[in-house]
């Protein structure tokens, strides 16, 4: 019999959600409004291909492609990152202090091995990233949660908990928050950086979904207010570029920075080198800007057809977010709906099979809240295919009310 580490009875609840999540995601005969991937067509195959060709040769980028590489990554991804990503967004970086992981998640678990102990306090959204919330469970951390409304994570309860659990960390998604698609008012991200340095706190701004914005007006990160150092900025190319790659970043002050060092080499030595040259090279030749307004142009369709659905399917007194950009939208059922239940149904039932993510995994309190809420994605499903999907849900959620 094996005798697996603490950490993963302790990570138990989070997985299994998580296992669920990405289950309906590769089942062809269901319309998954479950996973968070993007577009097959946001994808930019053809260019990448072209890329591909081009570098991998001898006399171009192909031997350092497939050969190690430097720990912090490559230096022109790095510069992009600098000059391309935060630089627009009000953030004032250099090259030495960004860090490529291989995808988001990386950068949550290396800031976990540098700052989480086993029973560490870990203050986050409620709801928060369940995916998230499974890492810090892993490392053995407490997530207690700071109430959220619909301009994102309270910071007058949020302060009350710093002083109260004395965390190690607060874990905050500003911008089209993973899983209710809220973003942060300015003033709260101003509030958040401050509260930061005035308790000693690490801020971990974890941003994946900011660069799909398609309505309302952009604000500037957490990390551009922080004037100590304490706030860590962590984001991803999965929702930019590619989802496949596994390229994210870390931008930090250079204390942090060389700890991150210590605990990437530590890991694996450095983020895979062909998807990073890939990456570097797609910004570097001037796709981007073309790239990103078609795959805003495409998210902003099918939010728009998503919304327009739940209003017309849903049930009387259901209620839901209207995000501004990302990929989720926040529903909330009448009270007397379970909505762990309603999957198993909707996923089995042949006259249905229309997936989603169930609310009651979201909420790090448990305790039953969220059981009739639930997460909808629309960026990776055609707009016939969420005017299908939606009707079938809506009228199975329909014949369980009371």
Known sequence: MAHFAKRMKSMENSAYVVKKLFGAMNDPEIISFGGGAPAREALPVDIVREISNDIMRMDSRGIEALQYGPVMGTADLREVVVNELLAPKGVEAKAENIIIT?????AINLLCQ???DPDDII??????????VEVFEMFQAKCIPVSMDENGMMTDDLEEKIIKYKPKMVYVIPTFQNPTGITLSQERRKKIAELGSKYDKIIL?????RDIRYSGSDLLPIKSFDKTGHTILANSFSKIFSAGSRLGY???????????FDAKTATNSHTAMLPQILCAEFFKRGYYPAHHKMICDLYRERRDVMLECID???PEGTKRTTPDGGLFVWVELPENINTTELLKESVSNPDVKVAFVAGEGFYAEGGGKGRNCMRISYGGVTPEKIRIGAEKLGRLISSKVK
């Open 102 to 106: 291989g995808g988001g998640m990386e």
């Open 114 to 116: 540098l700052f989480i």
């Open 123 to 132: 203050l986050v959204e409620s709801p928060s990233f369940v995916h998230s």
């Open 205 to 209: 701004e974890d941003d994946p979904y």
């Open 250 to 260: 870390i931008y930090a002050n250079d204390e942090i920075t060389e700890k991150l």
């Open 312 to 314: 017309k399917f849903f």
